[in-house]
Every structure is written in structure tokens, then in C-alpha cells.
């Protein structure tokens, strides 16, 4: 069984230790559990780890978060995986630092990563998991907040919660969508 877990981000060394790209943080640390490495191909970085009897294609789109839907779309064809085994990991300003809430559909929340990828398929019924980047921005200052860097305090606690969001991607498919938000969320 295969599922395609996409890592939203901003490909290149500025952004890469930005709130915005918590998804390739989670699926650097899959990789690097599985001592597995990205490779640069069409669209994205990808690596394939496997556990229990799964292959989980981590994909991290290379066409900058705005773009993202390209990414997702071309993988999900390469590699022949069902929409119900897409799952898309991404930061969120409307939850508390370090939360993680899985959910199966939804709406893009404002999120630009999102919004393309659901105007590229054409549906917003595909899992997500959204990791909690908290909210203490000026009126207006959404963009900057999530393109900045993480400050000290959150950089201490930032470890485990990335673990968690490893684990509940293992769990989704390992365990399927309803176990594993009946397990993690709210944790």
C-alpha cells in the first residue's frame, strides 16, 4: 500500500527554518528515522520510507508554497496513489504553537499552499495535518510571521512536537484516517 505525504514549504535556505515550512521539517525527520535522503526530481525533493508493509513517498514541492498543487498533483500520478492515501502536512496560524490536528477535508483556511493545491485537484476532500504555529503578529503581518524564523523558546519545544507529527503520519497509514484522529488529536 502506498500514500504520498507532502511536506508544504519554501524550497531554499532562506525559508528553511521558517514557521511556513514545519511540513519539511516533519518529513526530514521521517527520513532521517529511516536514514533515508531526499533526492532533487521533478517538481520536488522525494525520498520512500518504508514501515509495516507500506511505502510513504514524502514529497517536498520545490515550487514554492503558492505552487504546491503542482507538486502534489504530479506525484499523486507518478506513483499511482489514491487521493485517500494523500496526506499534506502544513503549518497553521489558527492553532496554538506545537498543536497538531489531523483532519480528513476542509477548507484552504486562508492558506495559500492549500488553496492551490485544491484548485489543482479540484477537491478539498484529502487528509491534512495542520501543526499549531500559534498567531503573535501585528494586524496584517501574517506574511511575515510565517516566513520568519522560529525565535528561542519555540526552538526548544519544537523537537518533540515534530516527533509526534512523524508519528501521526505513520499512524495514518498504518492505522487509517478515523484511528489515528481518535489517537493523536488533542495531543
Do not use: C
Not at 13 to 32: C, M, P, Q
Not at 37 to 48: G, W
Not at 156 to 165: F, G, M, N, S
Amino acid at each position: 500500500m502506498k500514500f504520498l505525504i507532502v511536506g508544504l514549504g519554501n524550497p531554499g535556505s532562506k525559508y528553511e527554518n521558517t514557521r511556513h515550512n514545519i511540513g519539511f521539517k516533519v518529513l526530514d525527520a521521517l527520513a532521517e528515522l529511516s536514514n533515508t535522503t531526499f533526492k532533487e526530481e521533478r517538481y520536488a525533493k522525494v525520498a520512500v520510507v518504508k514501515h509495516k508493509g507500506r511505502s510513504f513517498h514524502l514529497v517536498k514541492p520545490t515550487t514554492f508554497m503558492n505552487l504546491s498543487g503542482k507538486a502534489v498533483n504530479y506525484w499523486l500520478q507518478q506513483n499511482k496513489i489514491d487521493y485517500n492515501n494523500l496526506l499534506v502536512i502544513t503549518d497553521d496560524i489558527a492553532l496554538p504553537f506545537g498543536a497538531l490536528r489531523l483532519r480528513g477535508k476542509g477548507s484552504d483556511g486562508g492558506h495559500n499552499g492549500l488553496k492551490d493545491i485544491q484548485t489543482v485537484l479540484g477537491r478539498s476532500d484529502y487528509a491534512r495535518l495542520k501543526f499549531g504555529v500559534g498567531n503573535d503578529f501585528a494586524r496584517g503581518r501574517q506574511a511575515d510571521y510565517v516566513l520568519s524564523d522560529w525565535n528561542s523558546e519555540e526552538e526548544e519545544t519544537l523537537k518533540p512536537r515534530i516527533e509526534q507529527a512523524g508519528k501521526i503520519v505513520l499512524a495514518f497509514g498504518t492505522l487509517g484516517l478515523v484511528r489515528a484522529m481518535s489517537d493523536f488529536n488533542g495531543k
